[in-house]
């Protein structure tokens, strides 16, 4: 991420901003129904609105319930939004002020989500066991769920495994603890604790689709994980149980052709790896598949159809290099990718499917690779809440122009008439303008984050591409000298 | 949660992709399971397919591929192998013999055998001189002859076999050969002119490069550098070397041998140079040739030669020419790094800080130098930039604490700190910046701006070890600021303080200091009436515990700020009107001490302040027991202050309303003990008075009452009050007193009449009840003579008065009439009666002149007994003794006719009586003259109704 505090800083200032802008802009008898925009926004997950409306709904006294909600309210908002502090503020207060154990509860819930995604576990730990039993049941397994990560950072894997017993064996949370931990265990080389986890995941049969990618990523961390300590028999079977047609069977067919391989059952070990091997040569797992195809064929005594296959992938691998070029040529314009991070709404996920739509472009691919990245990931949600912050800014400029000319229409008329509305109207029009610099200000600051984060963007795109540009290299190198010894060969046997 | 997020988004992504709805077919699944493979060999293949494939290896594999090395070694092999077939295929027999033994004495028998190879060689031109493959013959023996040292007879006979084999294979290396060795033997020219022809020989030779070489030094130990230049460039442009993207040349590409050569071509240039009149010399060399792309090599080589030779300003020098020639060549301001680096060695300051400074100008983030660099260039010119900057401020900053009055230096600092921050606004660095910055702000006393860049290091970046310092830097900056001269300054700098501190506790809680500045920021919150917040962070610190604080902190500072925390958190439930919250909190503030004295008077007179409003909150909302308890407790908590002597009072009052008699009494009796002079003193002798009145203590509430008269000029209440006073007197049973001050009121208040007269009455009441016979009489004559002025005075009840006072002044005139006996000497016995009688009657006229009914029928009745009585006592009166029957009844009937009027009169006053029945009227009186009449007239008056028993019993 560029620049955390620097976002937050922005973030905090737009809600600073924005409220006397919004209230100001609503007539008055919309004023009246910002408590509902309130949840319109907040179910549509555009947290900055749902809080500047609550905000708004405060400060004309609309808000329906009692203090402390209310409190609680802004707390959770600000948690969702990202604004950390001043969610802490507004949640601690409910915790101090409140005398209704539900509302302290949830409270301590939401301000002790604020610690953990902060990575302050031992505030998160202080609050979380402070938490009364007035907590929802599905909350609770929330938060054992982070209780239990919050266990795994500090390497106390005993006492995460303990709460994921008390954990709905039924809920998600369980099952993201429990593959969790056991991938934890398997890096911990306490292998046999593991895989019982990483089985129970694996076969699990909550028939949801995240639950089956989920099985299937626990099924290939297994396999991989028999592959290491050469027990491909156990290999093979967790990497049958993998979809075929899920997110994670590229690497699991390239797996079971290896476990195969281990099993000196080269013929079988073909069966995955032809099946791979025919698909997007763009990606790295096909381009191992066909290098380990040519490699099957000549364990198999079949050399001229490993010759066949190098050949083959030679011309492959050429022809994606070649894309690469192309790519890091084109980067150079930064103009190529950029209408993949033009997001069309104020949806969280459109950038995401933006990039789904066009993921047959060449583009399109390596960002959808890109995405798995933790990094690049982070980069491009900021990159998106900056987007959507400056569209808002923009919005709320021509609404404040909207409200200048408006203003000086009723000064002018106003300048014919003996009224105290003259002051009232000046008051306004000075507000509008202040407001008008500010927005204009902090756009301005915007543009300037925007610029380095594009910037960071391209680099990043830039090393993505060198990356797959140097796997393409190796993979090429790999099959032309494989060739040449298979050549060799074959010319001093005579 | 994070991780989770993410793993959501690719679980999500990958979802929509795969368009899953339910679990569908596993790998288990796989078709094609039945694949048959056939094993079969390749057919047909040949050296050069194999040589061919490995150098297409070798052309796109890495050198660091784990397969080059094997690659390379087996293509060598290869390469050996083809050589040695071919060698041996194409040599007769005849030749074989000395073959042998040339390659033995190569291998294995050293110098002897070499020269035993130059015996068999030369016997093998003798024997045959016309062979038309001598020429290897020759070749053998100039190398046979070199390896034993013998260099002119190689020398010549290289030459032999160039000029009688001109189209043998050997002859480039034949011509090579002669070049080397005439270069060996110092014969330069000639040396050049055999590695001419070698050079025109062509680029197949693979002599070609290395004759170059040979000749461009052939050139250079000639003195013509010009020539060996163009040589030595030309070398530079045969190797195949390639460009990064810096345009500098990637020796990587390059193998050890060229790699060697090329650095022994840079040394060879740099010695043409410096021979051939330096970095002048060499910029008219290239302004005279085409761009040449190693151009920037040479220029960076010559640099380092000079820099070798210590001739530091001509490698500056240097430099600065190509940065001159190629402004916006990508390793430009590489080598102005190097021109600074240059200055900094040979201690040239000034110049080097000129650099440093033009390095700025040219090559800046955004100049129009980075516009035209790639990302790679870039990101090396952020780190120089970034380098430059950090030398320029650091250089005016340490110039500044050398002469802090200097301001082009404190500007310069300025500028090159602000230049980093604007260039590298992302950059982890930025953060320190600020804080130098902030430093130096600091050190010229712009505490403000001090202030606002220590913020920026503090929070605008991401962690470093010094955001905290900054922090409380920024903090400290903004106290001082508090204390400018001018009040906006001071306004802004106070604002801005509070922010800060907010920050600082909430970024930095752990922090020693955090404590103290959320201490100061309560205050300042608190003071800026930003409650709300001021609340939090005052409960936050009266709440900590010192142990689990976790900070080594003193004690009594630790005690200081809790202090004040619950201080102002008391101030602020002052003015919230939560006086209750506010008095906890003063209380728990003066129990952990406070050791300021005017801070403990404000604390004790606001806890008192507190106290005394709660309890009138609780008075306000009707509970008053609890009210006057807590103003009594004003006392208990303040029992100096001004509030306790109000709070005090109002306990009573409280009480009072209560009609808590007995404690109000209490409390207003010590009041008026400890503050004799108060305010109240008068609401106090009111309250008492009721007080004393309500609990039957009348004497004290007379007495009150009497203070009361005595304190105020009003007439009315004067008069009133005494009055009042009288009758507590009376109804203590002071009747001394009570007569004392009725007696007061009747002399002083003879307004109104009626209550004046009603004082009178009372007087008598009282002379009577202590037997002072002759003091009531005085009061009777005195009521039954009061003067009536005025007809309004003339009420029911002063009528009544007067004439129940004339009534018994009439009675004593009667009662003196009635004892007085008609006896003889009659005429004067009589003469005494009538007297007596007149005045008894005057006196009744005067009642009934009054007009009280009451009274009037009894005057009358009396008057009727008067008359009566007197007929009566002439008839009764003594008789002469000597008289005769007849003189006595003569004298009887004298008498008789005498007292028979009287009679008569007393019937005529007594009908007066009995008329009043018409009117309604008929008391005693009026029966007492029926009585009467019906003895005097008993036919007409004497009737009796017979009262039945029944009735009687009845009642």
């Given amino acids: 991420m560029i620049n955390n505090e620097l976002m937050r800083v922005i973030k905090y200032l737009l809600v600073l901003l924005l409220l006397p802008a919004n209230v100001i802009a609503a007539p008055a008898t919309e004023k009246t129904i910002n408590y509902q925009e309130v949840f319109f926004h907040f179910y549509r997950k555009d947290e900055l609105n749902a809080l500047i409306n609550l905000a708004a709904a405060d400060s004309v006294k609309k808000l329906p319930g009692n203090r402390t909600s209310n409190q609680l309210l802004f707390g959770s908002l600000y948690a969702m939004y990202g604004l950390h502090e001043m969610s802490e503020v507004k949640l601690k207060k409910v915790i101090l002020n409140s005398s209704n154990f539900k509302q302290q509860a949830l409270a301590q819930f939401n301000l002790s989500k604020v610690y953990f995604s902060e990575g302050e576990l031992n505030k998160f730990s202080t609050i979380s066991t402070s938490i009364s039993d007035a907590l929802p049941e599905n909350l609770a397994d929330e938060l054992n769920y982070m209780n239990a990560m919050r266990f795994i950072q500090i390497g106390d894997l005993e006492k995460a495994t303990d709460l994921l017993d008390l954990i709905d064996a039924k809920s998600t949370w369980h099952q993201y603890l429990a593959f969790n931990l056991g991938a934890t265990f398997i890096k911990a080389n306490k292998g046999k604790q593991g895989e019982k986890l990483l089985q129970s995941v694996g076969k699990s049969k909550i028939d949801l689709n995240e639950m089956w990618a989920l099985a299937d990523k626990a099924n290939i961390v297994l396999g991989y994980y028999y592959l290491r300590n050469n027990d491909a028999n156990e290999a093979v079977d967790v990497l049958e149980m993998v979809r075929l047609e899920g997110p994670f069977s590229n690497k699991a067919l390239l797996g079971l052709g290896w476990a195969y391989s281990q099993k000196n059952q080269f013929r079988n070990a073909l069966v995955p790896w032809l099946s791979l091997a025919k698909k997007d040569a763009q990606n790295v797992t096909v381009q191992e598949a066909m290098l380990a195809s040519a490699f099957a064929f000549r364990k198999l005594g079949s050399e001229q159809k490993a010759l066949a296959l190098y050949k083959k992938s030679i011309l492959s691998y050429e022809s994606v290099k070649q894309i690469f070029d192309k790519l890091l040529e084109e980067s150079r314009t930064m103009n190529v990718y950029r209408f993949l991070l033009e997001p069309d709404s104020y949806d969280d996920y459109a950038l995401t499917k933006q990039i789904i739509k066009n993921k047959e472009t060449n583009w399109g691919k390596l960002l959808s690779n890109l995405l798995k990245t933790d990094d690049f990931q982070d980069l491009l949600n900021d990159y998106r809440d900056l987007k959507q912050m400056q569209s808002k800014l923009e919005r709320w400029q021509r609404d404040i ?60 795109l830039e090393s993505a591409i060198n990356r797959s540009r140097l796997y393409i290299i190796a993979y090429l190198s790999q099959t032309r000298f494989a060739m040449a010894e298979l050549l060799d060969k074959a010319q001093r046997g005579r | 949660m994070k991780i989770l997020f993410k793993i959501i988004i690719v679980l999500s992504i990958a979802m929509q992709i795969s368009c899953a709805v339910n679990r569908m077919p596993t790998l288990k699944n796989l078709s094609d399971r039945d694949l048959v493979v056939d094993k079969n060999k390749i057919e047909k293949v040949s050296e050069s397919d194999v040589l061919q494939s490995y150098h297409e290896y070798l052309e796109v594999a890495p050198a660091n591929h784990p397969m080059y090395k094997n690659a390379l070694n087996r293509l060598a092999d290869m390469e050996m192998v083809a050589g040695d077939n071919k060698l041996l295929a194409e040599t007769e027999s005849q030749y074989q013999q000395a073959l042998q033994v040339a390659s033995a004495t190569t291998q294995d028998q050293g110098q002897k055998n070499y020269e035993n190879a130059i015996n068999l060689y030369q016997g093998l031109l003798d024997s045959n001189p016309d062979d038309a493959r001598n020429d290897w013959v020759f070749y053998q023996l100039a190398s046979a002859y070199e390896k034993t040292g013998q260099l002119e007879e190689s020398l010549r006979v290289l030459s032999l076999l160039v000029e009688q084999y001109p189209k043998s294979e050997y002859y480039a290396e034949a011509q090579f050969r002669r070049g080397d060795i005439n270069f060996t033997l110092k014969e330069f020219l000639q040396a050049e002119k055999a590695f001419f022809v070698v050079i025109r020989l062509g680029n197949a030779s693979v002599y070609y490069e290395k004759a170059i070489y040979k000749y461009a030094w052939s050139k250079f130990k000639q003195d013509l550098y010009n020539e060996a230049l163009m040589g030595f460039f030309q070398i530079i442009k045969i190797l195949p070397v390639v460009y990064d993207l810096q345009e500098k040349i990637d020796t990587r590409a390059l193998s050890k041998i060229e790699k060697d050569l090329l650095e022994d071509v840079f040394r060879a240039i740099s010695l043409c140079v410096s021979y051939g009149g330096g970095v002048d010399y060499l910029n008219s060399i290239f302004q005279k040739s085409a761009p040449m792309p190693f151009e ?103 110039r500044l604490q050398r002469n802090r009055r200097n301001k082009e230096y404190f500007t310069k600092a300025i500028f090159w700190y602000k230049q980093y921050i604007v260039m590298f606004p992302g950059d982890v660095e930025v953060g320190r910046k600020h804080f130098l910055l902030g430093e130096l702000y600091s050190e010229k006393k712009q505490y403000l701006n001090a202030a606002k860049a220590y913020e920026s290091a503090a929070f605008d970046y991401e962690y470093s070890d010094y955001q905290k310092e900054a922090a409380y830097a920024a903090i400290d900056s903004y106290i001082k600021a508090t204390k400018h001269r001018k009040k906006s300054v001071r306004k802004n700098a106070k604002n801005k303080l509070i922010q800060a501190s907010r920050k600082f506790v909430d970024f930095f809680p752990g922090d020693t200091r955090a404590l103290a500045v959320r201490a100061r920021l309560v205050e300042g919150l608190f003071r800026q009436k930003q409650y709300d917040d001021a609340v939090i962070y005052a409960n936050f610190i009266a709440a900590l515990n010192k142990e689990e604080l976790g900070v080594d902190i003193n004690f009594r500072k630790f005690s200081y700020y809790q202090m004040s925390a619950n201080v102002v958190l008391g101030h602020i439930a002052f003015e919230r009107e939560d006086y209750l919250l506010a008095q906890g909190k003063y209380q728990q503030a003066l129990s952990l001490k406070i050791r300021n004295r005017k801070l403990l008077g404000v604390v004790n007179k606001r806890l008192a302040a507190a106290s005394y409003k709660y309890a009138e909150s609780l008075q306000k909302n009707g509970d008053l027991l609890a009210a006057a308890e807590g103003f009594l407790r004003v006392n208990a908590v303040a029992p100096q202050s001004k509030i306790s002597i109000q709070a005090q009072y109002d306990a009573a009052t409280a009480y009072f309303n209560l009609q808590k008699w007995q404690q109000s009494i209490e409390i207003l009796e010590r009041f008026r003990l400890q503050n004799p002079n108060s305010k109240y003193e008068e609401k106090i002798t009111d309250k008492l008075a009721v007080a004393y009145e309500k609990s039957g203590l009348y004497a004290k509430a007379a007495r009150e009452i009497l203070m009361i008269a005595s304190s105020t000029k009003k007439y009315s209440v004067r008069r009133d009050a005494t009055w009042k006073a009288a009758e507590f007197y009376e109804k203590a049973n002071r009747r001394k007193l009570a007569i004392k001050t009725y007696k007061h009121y009747v002399r002083k208040y003879t307004k109104p009449f009626e209550l004046m007269l009603e004082g009178k009455h009372k007087i008598l009441g009282l002379y009577a009840e202590t037997g002072q016979q002759k003091k009531r ?101 003594e008789r002469p003794s000597r008289l005769t029957v007849d003189e006595r009844e003569e004298y009887d009937l004298l008498l008789e006719e005498q007292a028979f009027p009287f009679e008569e009169k007393a019937i005529e006053i007594y009908e007066v009586n009995i008329a009043r029945i018409k009117n309604s009227i008929y008391d005693q009186w009026v029966k007492g003259s029926m009585n009467k009449l019906s003895f005097l007239q008993p036919v007409r008056y004497g009737k009796k109704e017979l009262i039945d028993e029944m009735y009687s019993s009845l009642d």
């Fill in chain 1, 401 to 460: 122009e909207h409200m200048r000319v408006t203003s000086n229409d009723l000064d002018r008329r106003l300048a014919q008439q003996k009224t105290t509305r003259k002051t009232n109207n000046k008051h306004y029009s000075e507000t509008v303008l202040t407001l008008g610099d500010t927005v204009v200000l902090q756009n301005s600051r915007l543009d300037i984050l925007l610029g380095m984060h594009e910037e960071k963007i391209h680099m990043e």
């Fill in chain 2, 777 to 877: 009489d005085y009061w009777i004559k005195n009521i039954a003579t009061a003067k009536i002025s005025k007809k309004t005075q003339l009420t029911d009840r002063t009528k009544y008065l007067i004439a129940s006072a004339r009534i018994e002044l009439a009675d004593k005139k009667m009662s003196l009439y009635s004892k007085a006996k008609l006896a003889l000497p009659l005429k004067r016995s009589l003469k005494k009666k009538r007297r007596l009688m007149k005045r008894a009657l005057i006196a009744y006229e005067s009642v009934s002149q009054i007009g009280v009914e009451e009274f009037t029928t009894a005057s009358t009745h009396r008057v009727g007994e008067i008359y009566q009585q007197f007929g009566e006592s002439i008839m009764r009166s």
């Fill in chain 2, 296 to 398: 920037f090599e040479v220029f960076r080589h010559v640099g380092q030669y000079y820099i070798d030779h210590d001739r530091i300003k001509d490698a500056a020098d240097t430099y600065g020419v190509f940065v001159q020639r190629q402004p916006y060549h990508p390793m430009s301001s590489s080598l102005q790094i190097r021109r600074i680096r240059a200055y900094d060695q040979g201690r040239f300051g000034r110049a080097a800080l000129s650099a440093r400074e033009d390095f700025i100008k040219k090559f800046g983030i955004g100049t129009s130098f980075w516009l035209k660099q790639n990302t790679s260039t870039r990101a090396i010119l952020r780190i120089q930039v970034k380098s430059v900057l950090n030398d320029l401020s650091e250089f005016y900053h340490a």
